[in-house]
Structure formats: structure tokens, C-alpha cells
T-cell receptor
């Protein structure tokens, strides 16, 4: 496997279900991200992990819970979601430089989530 | 709040036509990137522009970064159905690595 992989690709869940999204990067990067992509809205950054430490949480509801066990894997645990949480959830990785500068994101194919 | 206004949001054209997508902001960016996202896939980086006034070409795609590094454009010559997708401009703000995303332009090229 190369690049960034995400599973599952599609997920349908009820509001009372608990599910998890998985992301794996094979690029040796030190940072991983979760984004939410909804129709006609800019990509929304949800969480950032840098060297396995969460460095950013953009006011995401607690029904979304991220987990980063190591620099290659990232999970998004979902529980008691709402229909408005239906969206494409994208994982990305990048190599963040200490000096800042270009931060190219390498995206996975996404998980299309539908909450009934 | 840093914003990137992308226009148009939707564009449907015939094969062979030319088009330009714009990305504008009141903020100055260290660099600006263009991504293309095809249906069912994640965004893929097309180009990064860094210097004010810079022009980069990728086959039929021409990217320009404004002199003041606040805006950018993507011009496609003789569009092909394979160009269909969502085009995203992404600005890198300051030295923090913070990315600012435009809303995206959905391009449909009909054969």
C-alpha cells in the first residue's frame, strides 16, 4: 500500500450507533489530520496530530473522538451522531518542518458517512 | 479570520473551451497551492506557488500567484472531460503551517 488509505470508504449509521474511521499513512510523515467536507462549504479542519500529540481541535463536538496511537495511524471514533454530521471525512498527512514553510497535504480517498 | 474566496463555485463548459478560476483574499500568504479532487477520491496537489508574480504551467493548466501574494488564478486551455473535478485553492498562512481553504470550484467538462 502506498500513500494514505482510509477505511471504510462508505458508512451508514444510525444516531445511536458507535463506529470508527481508520486512516493509515505510508509516507513517513510526522503529522496527520482529520477534515470534514460538506457540499458547498470549504474543507473544515477537525483535528491535527503532530508527532502523535494532538495540537489542534477546532471546536469539534465531543461526539467525534480522535485517536492517534502512532505516527502512521489515525482513528476517528463516532458516537451519537446527528444527521447533519453526514459528510465526506478526509484524512491527510504531511511532513511538518520545524521552520514552517510549505505544508503539502496528502489526502486519503475519504469515508462517505451517512447518518440516518 | 483569514478567508479565501474562490470563484466561480460551479462551471459547466464544453470540451475545447478555455476557463479561469480565481482565488482571492485580503490576507497575504506564504504560498498557495491548487488541488484537484475527482469524484470518490481525496484532493491531489497540482502545484505550489511561492513567489509573488510567479507563473507555473502544468500541460494545459497555467497557475499564477498575484504580485502581492493575496490572490491566484488557474487557467485551463482547451478543457478536456478528464479535467472534470473539484479544484481547491489552499493558502499557507504565515510560518505556522496553518492552511486556509477556498470553497472550491466544481468544473464539469462535457464531451
Amino acid at each position: 500500500e502506498t500513500g494514505v488509505t482510509q477505511t471504510p470508504r462508505h458508512l451508514v449509521m444510525g444516531m445511536t450507533n458507535k463506529k470508527s474511521l481508520k486512516c493509515e499513512q505510508h509516507l513517513g510523515h510526522n503529522a496527520m489530520y482529520w477534515y470534514k467536507q460538506s457540499a458547498k462549504k470549504p474543507l473544515e479542519l477537525m483535528f491535527v496530530y503532530n508527532f502523535k500529540e494532538q495540537t489542534e481541535n477546532n471546536s469539534v463536538p465531543s461526539r467525534f473522538s480522535p485517536e492517534c496511537p502512532n505516527s502512521s495511524h489515525l482513528f476517528l471514533h463516532l458516537h451519537t451522531l446527528q444527521p447533519e454530521d453526514s459528510a465526506l471525512y478526509l484524512c491527510a498527512s504531511s511532513q511538518v518542518l520545524a521552520s514552517g514553510g510549505s505544508n503539502t497535504q496528502y489526502f486519503g480517498p475519504g469515508t462517505r458517512l451517512t447518518v440516518l | 479570520t483569514q478567508l479565501l474566496e474562490q470563484s466561480p463555485q460551479f462551471l459547466s463548459i464544453q470540451e475545447g473551451e478555455n476557463l479561469t478560476v480565481y482565488c482571492n483574499s485580503s490576507s497575504v500568504f506564504s504560498s498557495l497551492q491548487w488541488y484537484r479532487q475527482e469524484p470518490g477520491e481525496g484532493p491531489v496537489l497540482l502545484v505550489t506557488v511561492v513567489t509573488g508574480g510567479e507563473v507555473k504551467k502544468l500541460k494545459r493548466l497555467t497557475f499564477q500567484f498575484g504580485d502581492a501574494r493575496k490572490d491566484s488564478s488557474l487557467h485551463i486551455t482547451a478543457a478536456q472531460p478528464g479535467d472534470t473535478g473539484l479544484y481547491l485553492c489552499v493558502g499557507l498562512w504565515g510560518n505556522t503551517g496553518k492552511l486556509i481553504f477556498g470553497q472550491g470550484t466544481t468544473l464539469q467538462v462535457k464531451p
